[in-house]
């Protein structure tokens, strides 16, 4: 696909476009900021020199980018994001020490705009955020584009749209991809990546995570199952297998997307169950059933001090979420059957008899029981958790190696 083809469907599709970045400013509570970031208006607030731009698409990309940033504030970084959680999030972690904002739509005067305002030398993507304008416009203006942890999914592999209309262009642009997996490594190639510009890194998924500090109990309280990053239809189905199994803990909900809390509270509380949402005093909590975390940036607090986690998206088919976030705490984990997101980092902690999943609803039934109310079972699974935790590579140290190497030749 030509670039004048590309952009002329962009501006044929603008007013779909359009309302649906309104429904996303407020279904997801981005509000005015969201919709002119994401159509390369200028932000109230002002600028610095960024000449280091990392992207992350949402949440999860924005976790794994976050040692990397560290490595980099004090030379000027500039990240960007896809959604107003993703925003969040970011605003969470850096403060003020980076400039946050929404990355622009794929629009040509949307992102040349955004780059002569903030100049920046070098582009970090994570994964499969692959975009032909962007790529154009960060090609010509002399940006150096390098794919972190770059992975495509079955779907947009075969996708015939993706690999030879949209892919292909954009990939010719790119410095340099750094694969999480030697199939991978292949798309990209068969996808139109050049072969001396694709290299086999390892994810950045699988490493060894080391927390030099443990965070403050949210609830010091309660004793409490974690259930995060969880999808429509999981809330309920974990509701009703807590209350036949678990009652005496708390249940605490991390959905993956906090714009559906009140929903999530009202279809609960109709239920009959006593359900709280944050933020508000610890002690609210005291005699309620289940807790609804509205917030972006405490899965590391509210794991640590679980008794067990089960990770969402994973019994709806949505492929799953991050595993190793609660494995880096050692806790016993639970998913359901769609974990091809992950795949490899299930199939791992499998191997080590680090996790548990389950087939069916009647599995998942058993399994929280047996987590619940067999205190061997579930301290042997802790064990096996924290050794198969222990023994993954840090995948982290050799990227911040990769991300320093490439700063240094551009910056």
């Known amino acids: 696909m030509s670039i004048l083809l590309y952009r002329t469907i962009w501006l044929l599709a603008s007013p779909i476009v ?21 159509f390369g208006l200028p932000s109230a607030t002002g600028g610095r020199p960024t000449p280091i731009w990392f992207h992350a698409a949402s949440v ?51 992102i040349k705009r955004f780059i002569s305002r903030h100049r920046p030398s070098i582009i970090f993507v994570v994964e499969t955020e692959i975009w032909p304008e962007l790529y154009q ?17 079955d779907t947009t592999f075969r996708s015939t749209l993706a690999r030879q209309w949209i892919y292909p262009p954009a990939l010719e642009r790119v410095t340099a991809v750094w694969a999480r997996e030697p199939e991978d490594a292949k798309r990209f190639i068969e996808m139109g990546c050049a072969p001396d510009k694709t290299h086999t890194t390892g994810s950045i998924k699988m490493t060894r995570r080391i927390h030099t500090d443990t965070p403050k109990n949210p609830l010091p309280n309660r004793s409490y199952t974690l259930a995060i990053s969880t999808h429509p239809g999981e809330e309920e189905m974990l509701a009703e297998i807590w209350r036949g199994t678990s009652k005496a803990d708390l249940l605490v909900l991390i959905p993956r ?15 009959g169950l006593k359900v709280a949402s944050t933020p508000l005093p610890a002690d609210t909590f005291a005699d309620s059933d289940i807790l609804v975390v509205d917030t972006v940036g405490e899965v590391d607090a509210y794991c640590a001090h679980a ?14 979420h991050n595993v190793f976030e609660p494995a880096s705490w050692g806790k016993p984990i639970i998913v359901g059957p769609h974990t091809q997101n992950f795949a490899t980092e299930v199939e791992y902690l499998a191997t ?40 993954l590579p840090d995948r982290i140290g050799d990227y911040v190696d990769l991300v320093d190497q490439a700063v240094r030749t551009r910056v």
Request: net charge positive; hydrophobic share 35%; glycine share 6%.
């Open 307 to 320: 008794k067990f986690v089960f990770v969402g998206g994973s019994m709806t088919d949505t492929g799953g």
């Open 352 to 391: 080590k008899d680090a996790i548990s999943i389950v087939e069916t609803t009647e599995e998942l039934r058993e399994c929280w029981r047996a987590h619940t109310h067999d205190d061997s079972f579930r301290q042997q699974r802790e064990h096996c958790t924290q050794e198969a935790h222990a023994a």
């Open 60 to 110: 999860g990309e924005m976790r794994l980018l976050a040692p990397l940033v560290d490595v980099q504030r004090e030379k000027g970084v500039l990240i960007t994001c896809n959604t107003p959680e993703a925003h969040r999030l970011a605003r969470s972690i850096w403060g003020d020490t980076v400039t946050v904002r929404y990355c622009p739509l794929d629009y040509r005067l949307c």
């Open 137 to 153: 416009q960060c090609h010509r203006h002399g940006i150096a584009i390098y794919i972190v942890n770059g992975r495509i999914s």
């Open 257 to 271: 997307h906090p714009s559906r809390t009140p929903a999530i509270v009202r279809a609960l509380s109709a239920q």
């Open 18 to 38: 359009l309302l649906w970045s309104l429904q996303q400013m407020i279904v997801r509570r981005g509000g005015l900021t969201y919709l002119s970031e994401r």
